[in-house]
């Protein structure tokens, strides 16, 4: 029996549901009814679990595809809203934990997509018949992705489960997702994400709490015997840690001054209900300078990816006649970022390096120095050279942030990054997309402290410019062609595999001489893990890199990305379009992959 209704309501039929309070007579008479309604008839009682809750059985079977990866388990939303679908993930997800989980309290929220409210009851019932003693929820189901890593540190939970499938579209024929995070707020490490999936294969009965339906809209604990829900502001402990990291009262000072304007864009997704709190509230921005700002449960139909295909509004803005000094987006759980100036775009790859190589001047927190830098493969070397100036540790690993954690874990990294618009620090255990934009202001507010206002700023292209007169300049692009067929893009991939082989060390390739070229492995070198096939890389005598990856990040084919760098030290030539000053590596990369003609594709899907 299922934990769902068998039709899905559509998004009218939902916004019906919720004008009526949870538990009222008119939602109980609507025609969707509550989670613990749905299957009262089909469950047969068990012992409850010393909660003083009556927790009931509901048969289920394996359903086959819930592998789950460091960023959880994501499938389109009908798939989730299938039978059982969810509610099998999540109790397998409690069978791996076993006794280890009860009596804790977890966290729970989610980026604010379709299904989230629906989705999070059920994993409350769960949680109760899991023995879970406690559960801090969202106010409205909504916790962005880094905040949630904020609450379990500062709360010191044993974990959080975040309703989230990140930068991919959401609603009723879109994308969702539900991942765990594990006690420091990182994610879920192998061996459970490996036994959940073991216990997915094999579950065979839903333990569920008979409790009603948790109001989420009014902050609050709700007691069911000795189970408790606390609904909680989201913003509070990711503020109170963000104000610890910071200096607000400086902060402040430059976003109010009158010759300075700004514009943050939500994007319609979690983190409208932060700027608004932060840099409003505390920082005094004007309320007009935060676009998209209310989460909406589809994004407003749009796709919550900071880029500059997809923030096609914010770029708009900030190319536009009077654009403001400083644009940024975050994406749909809040963990990315896209920055930028008055018609001038931060890469990634340097925004991590310009924001490790002012961190200790401009930030609190960073002021004893920094323990060392990381960045993921892909990234552009732009980072290694901060280190190697200021005598850092410096890191290059695999993608995925559960790397960058094990290095934080162990006190050899304070600022990391990858090129897909995630940067961070050791605050926290995940990327963080509002801490990249206050570190950016406070680069700007540290620069500008002693300017008089009227007398013109220094600007987010100045402090690029400055930045790569030092350090010279890594041109960086990326290209994405998202939803190839499977087959066509491992086809492609294993031709390359054939081009490595061919091409050892001094092997000309056009007019670049290959100075290694292999499939990218890395050996952890905190636990001594090893992972392998982690990109496909063609690295030049002059420095310059080709990298081909497949990404798994959306719900269904996959993502052909082609990173493309190229290293100048000449300033005439550092404010050439990196499109340009990237052509021929970018056409010898075509040729070398016969993307073309594996793909069916002759232009990528984004550009970055």
């Known amino acids: 029996m299922s934990l769902l209704p068998t039709r899905v309501p559509s998004v009218d039929t939902r916004r019906t549901l919720h004008a009526f309070p949870l538990g009222s007579a008119q939602f109980r008479q609507s025609p969707v009814r509550s989670a613990s309604r749905r299957c009262r008839v089909h469950k047969r009682s068990m012992p409850a679990v010393a909660q003083g809750l009556e927790v009931k059985t509901v048969p289920t079977k394996p359903i086959e595809g819930q592998k789950t990866g460091t960023s959880g388990l994501r499938k389109k939303t009908t798939v989730f809203t299938g039978d059982n679908y969810l509610a099998n993930w999540i109790q397998s997800l409690f069978n791996s934990l076993g006794d280890e989980a009860k009596g804790k309290t977890i966290g729970l929220g989610g980026d604010g997509r379709y299904f989230n409210k629906e989705a999070a009851q059920i994993i409350i019932k769960l949680a109760a018949g899991a023995g879970i003693k406690k559960v801090l929820v969202g106010q409205n189901a909504i916790m962005a992705t880094p905040a949630m890593s904020a609450l379990i540190r500062r709360r010191k939970l044993y974990g959080g489960l975040i309703m989230s499938a990140s930068h991919n579209p959401g609603g009723p024929k879109e994308d969702w997702g539900i991942k765990f995070n594990y006690s420091a707020g990182e994610p879920a490490p192998e061996r459970i994400t490996d036994a959940i999936f073991g216990y997915t294969q094999k579950v065979s009965e839903l333990r569920t709490a008979d409790i009603p339906d948790t109001d989420l809209s009014k902050l609050g604990s709700h007691s069911y015997g000795d189970f408790e829900v606390e609904v909680i502001d989201s913003v509070q402990d990711y503020r109170a840690m963000l104000q610890e990291v910071f200096d607000f009262g400086l902060l402040k000072k430059f976003v109010s001054r009158s010759d300075f304007t700004l514009v943050f864009d939500a994007l319609w997704a979690v983190t409208g209900a932060y700027a608004g709190p932060l840099l409003v509230d505390d920082l005094g921005a004007d309320p007009a ?320």
């Open 289 to 608: 300078s935060i676009k998209h700002g209310t989460p909406k449960e589809d994004f407003g139909g749009g796709h919550p990816d900071p880029n500059l295909t997809y923030a096609h509004d914010l770029v708009e803005i900030m190319w536009g006649n009077g654009a403001p000094d400083f644009g940024a987006a975050s994406d749909g759980d809040g963990d990315r970022n896209m920055i930028l100036g008055n018609k001038f775009f931060i890469n990634p790859s340097d925004s991590v390096a310009i924001i490790a190589a002012n961190a200790q001047q401009c930030i609190p927190y960073f002021k004893s120095g920094l323990k060392g830098v990381a960045r993921s493969m892909p990234t552009s070397g732009a980072l290694d050279r901060v280190a190697k100036e200021l005598g850092l540790q410096f890191f290059e690993v695999p993608t995925g942030w559960k790397f960058f954690g094990n290095l934080m874990d162990a006190g050899k990294c304070s600022v990391c990054g990858e090129e897909s618009f995630g940067t961070g620090s050791d605050h926290i255990r995940e990327k963080d997309g509002l801490w990249a934009v206050l570190a950016w202001l406070s680069i700007l507010a540290y620069r500008n402290k002693d300017v008089k206002e009227g007398s013109g700023l220094v600007t987010v292209e100045q402090i690029a410019l400055d930045h790569w007169a030092k350090y010279g300049r890594n041109f960086f692009s990326r290209y994405d062609y998202e939803g190839i067929d499977n087959e066509p893009a491992n086809k492609m991939m294993d031709h390359l595999r054939q081009v490595i082989k061919d091409s050892p060390k001094g092997t000309k390739l056009g007019d670049f001489e290959v100075e290694a070229a292999d499939d990218f492995s890395y050996t952890d070198p905190i636990d001594g893990s090893v992972a392998s096939k982690q990109g496909l890389r063609f690295v030049f005598t002059d420095g310059s890199r080709i990298i081909f990856r497949l990404s798994g990040t959306g719900s269904s084919g996959a993502t052909v990305r082609l990173y493309i760098e190229q290293y100048t030290s000449d300033t005439s030539k550092q404010k050439e379009d990196a499109q340009e000053a990237l052509g021929p590596i970018i056409k010898l990369a075509l040729e070398l992959s016969q993307l073309q003609k594996f793909t069916g594709r002759d232009k990528p899907t984004v550009i970055t």
